[in-house]
């Protein structure tokens, strides 16, 4: 499929979806939020892909935020729809059944560093920039940036970032654990290709219920996790991956996951 805001390359088992809007910093509106969620949706059910990388277009921005000049149009109740979509959006990726790696290319802000935190894996470009900056506008974050960035950072960092709009380059956000790796910008996606690379030479299945648990688990208490984190190991019996994987590390050879 073809989108106006959205471009998917494919290779081998990894997808790059680029959020294509250079010209705003790939800012986002309802539209370009709408194509978002289509891509990775047909991409979630993709049975070649096993692993996708987000990006920006260009070499700016990652997304500088929700679109500016698209809000500014709308009424309190459009503007919660705006928000309410936005977050349906970033939670159906958080929960995508297959590992989703940020690669931050520029300015990650509001909306963008939102996105960004919503993804499994952040990996910055040495010129990437984050902050949520909407206080500045008079707004505050919409697309679960209260929410993620508390749970990422500590709560004290998360306020000061939300309270300031200060900009954190990628050396503060690696400081704070708001990114996984910081690389030289023109390494970047072939970093990220890389990791992904490695991630999709694992067993498929056991990736995706390690996922679930984490991301389940953390809205646990912790024995009820591990009770989910047991039932879900013995879901990984049920698999043929795990027969084969469990036979080649005996037989001393790589083995060969196919995903059931
Ligand atoms: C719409 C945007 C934009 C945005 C940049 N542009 N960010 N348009 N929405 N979020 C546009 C600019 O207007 C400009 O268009 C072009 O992109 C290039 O940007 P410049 O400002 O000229 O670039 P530069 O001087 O390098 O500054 C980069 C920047 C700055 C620091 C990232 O653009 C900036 O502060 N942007 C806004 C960041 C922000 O406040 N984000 C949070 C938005 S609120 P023209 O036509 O002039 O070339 C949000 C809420 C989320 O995200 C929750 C919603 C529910």
Redesign the pocket.
Known sequence: MVWKNILVETEDNLALVIINRP???N??DTETLGELDEAMTELAVNPAIRVIILTGAGD??FV????????QSLDPLQ?RD??RH?QQVFSRIENLPKPVIAAVNG?A????C?LAMACDIRVASENA?FG???V??G?M???G?TQRLTRLVNPGIAKEILFTAD?YDAQAALRIGLVNHVVPSGELIDFCKKMAGRIAAKGPVAVRLSKEAVNEGLEMDMEKAFIHEADLFALTFTTADHAEGIEAFLNKRKPAFKGN
């Open positions: 010209k705003l910093l800012a986002l700016k921005a500088a935020g929700a679109d500016i000049k698209f809000m503007a705006f928000a936005g300015f802000l509001g909306g963008g939102e920039k949520q900056p909407e500045n506008l707004l974050a919409g697309f940036g900009q």
